[in-house]
């Protein structure tokens, strides 16, 4: 006679194959370098060189940025007007897209250069709405935005989810790519000789 099976074991030849759905989606855009009518992006990236250079040694933020230079406020210099004309089209975009209501909302932007050997540690953005960075110079196969799960233990169960919990964006210089402000993310080691540059800004909450 054959042995009975455990009540408790699972026949997986009798299994009923599972349907897998993807919830908690995170969506990022990603805006290819627009055309060099609508923005010059290496008049940019030479007038920030010549910003840092001109303004001598000034730290970057200290909570995220190693090795950096920073500056306040570009949208207010009148040069870099086509920059934020730009991205004030691509931020209407996305908050027309996601059906977010109109009003006046902060609005910050900062300059950052990333010198040889400089990085950003992780960090975020919350409360604010969206973030995003406009890239003066290539970030391919250096300098790369790192986004992060942002599930809190995603990292300690990988055998549960299918792909990467962390995922490098290569992007070529004219390059825009905004994510909820709440998205963990970084900007991994300037491995290069040069200055790697970008333009990073929120849109936060009704004011």
């Given at each position: ?57 000034q ?58 050997g ?14 995003g ?59 290069s ?15």
């Amino acid at each position: 006679m054959s042995q009975d099976k455990d009540a408790n074991s699972i026949d997986s030849n009798k299994a009923t194959a599972p349907k897998g759905i993807n919830i908690f989606p995170t969506e990022v855009w990603i805006f290819p370098p627009p055309t060099k009518e609508k923005l010059r992006v290496n008049e940019l990236l030479n007038m920030s060189l010549e910003l840092k250079n001109s303004n001598g040694e000034q730290s970057a933020d200290p909570r995220s940025a190693r090795h950096a230079w920073r500056k306040e406020s570009p949208h207010l210099e009148r040069n870099f007007e086509t920059a934020f004309l730009y991205i004030n089209e691509i931020l209407s975009a996305v908050c027309q897209k996601l059906g977010v209501k109109g009003g006046t909302r902060a609005f910050d932007t900062w300059l950052n250069i990333i010198e040889p050997g400089g990085y950003q540690v992780s960090h975020n953005h919350a409360p604010n709405l969206l973030s995003g960075i406009l890239l003066l110079s290539d970030c391919v196969k250096t300098s790369r935005l790192i986004l992060r799960d942002p599930r809190p233990t995603r990292q300690c169960f990988p055998e549960t989810q299918l792909g990467p919990s962390e995922i490098p964006v290569a992007s070529s210089a004219g390059s825009a790519i905004i994510f909820p402000g709440w998205l963990e993310h970084w900007v991994e080691e300037n491995a290069s000789d040069g200055d790697s540059a970008y333009i990073a800004f929120n849109l936060g909450n009704i004011i």
